[in-house]
């Protein structure tokens, strides 16, 4: 299928757009939090960005769901640095721990590596992170266009994600694959620091629904087009798991598709907090999958309950920060 973006660069809507986003970096209203920081002029916003994204690693990346990944991989941009700061974040090393200004890339290197992937055979370009860098993924998207980018986009992103924002990139993204972490603000302030965070996160999710709609599949089974939530199950019932799915079947429709996720492994501070310092029991997963069923949501994945040992990423080795010897 054809690249939503590629219509708006032909008719100059893109380039419209960029302008459209950069502006908000003014007095940054990127991101729900709205912190006014001068981010044009390289200022600090709250996730510790100024005018230029910050990429911490790019790969072709084969551990996403099987229609993101496809045979040939996902070409994975991982932001560095974030808008949340959750107490168990497996990506703590790039989205908490990173030193400022280290792998700085400009508009024009960061379109190169947009061609990079896709010359090495990528399914699409996959943001992963990009809330708080939405202006710069794309200037630089713009730039690679002009290039010859023909990769549809897929914006992984955390959930905490600006309405208005996304307005901007109605007919730029192809597939969004947001998470949906709590149906609770005290939990999502107390793990995340996500002042507001439910609200937030069901604008979000219901805009981006009305952009995409349903996944959309090409010939090769792989996601072109839609919308796909991310839920990661948390022990102790600290993620509602049950109101998350029933906002989706109620709000969105059955037909919404949903990856329930069984990974959870204690990170970073998780070891701080008694209900976060273990990996989930087979009878809390049991529940999820139950609450699944009930809501009626059948389109998705759900994951085995010993995936917590796959998803190890180290982005402080040498090379594919997923795929080690």
Not at 81 to 103: E, K, M, T, V, Y
């Amino acid at each position: 299928m054809y690249p939503s973006y590629l219509n708006l660069l032909e008719s100059g809507e893109l380039d419209r757009r960029v302008e459209a986003l950069l502006e908000l970096l003014v007095e940054c209203r990127v991101c729900p939090r709205n912190c006014r920081a001068k981010r044009i002029i390289d200022r600090l916003g709250v996730c510790e960005t100024g005018r230029l994204a910050e990429v911490a690693s790019w790969c072709v990346h084969r551990g996403e769901e099987p229609c993101i990944s496809g045979e040939n991989g996902s070409g994975t941009v991982f932001f560095a640095h974030c808008n949340l700061s959750c107490a168990f974040c497996q990506n703590h090393q790039i989205s908490q721990d990173w030193p400022r200004s280290r792998g700085v890339k400009t508009a024009e290197e960061l379109a190169d590596i947009y061609l990079d992937l896709q010359s090495e055979g990528a399914h699409n370009l996959n943001w992963v992170s990009p809330g708080h860098v939405v202006p710069q993924a794309v200037e630089a998207l713009a730039i690679a266009a002009d290039k010859g980018l023909r990769l549809p986009v897929v914006f992984n992103s955390n959930g905490y994600d600006s309405v208005s924002t996304l307005k901007l990139l109605d007919g730029v993204v192809d597939v969004y694959m947001p998470d949906f972490k709590y149906a609770e603000d005290d939990a999502a302030e107390a793990l995340s620091n996500a002042l507001g965070y439910t609200a937030n996160a069901k604008a979000a999710i219901t805009e981006m629904w009305r952009q995409v709609g349903p996944l959309q599949f090409d010939g090769k089974g792989v996601a072109a087009r839609g919308l796909l939530v991310r839920h990661l199950v948390l022990p102790n019932r600290l993620s509602q798991t049950e109101e998350v799915l029933a906002f989706l079947a109620h709000s969105l429709g059955k037909n919404v598709a949903v990856s329930l996720m069984a990974q959870y492994y204690p990170s970073h501070r998780a070891f701080e907090n008694p209900l976060l310092c273990r990996t989930l029991q087979r009878g809390e997963y049991a529940r999820a999958l139950q609450w699944l069923e009930e809501c009626g949501l059948t389109e998705g994945y759900v994951q085995e309950l010993n995936s917590a040992d796959n998803y190890l990423p180290d982005f402080r080795a040498e090379g594919h920060p997923f795929e080690r010897e």
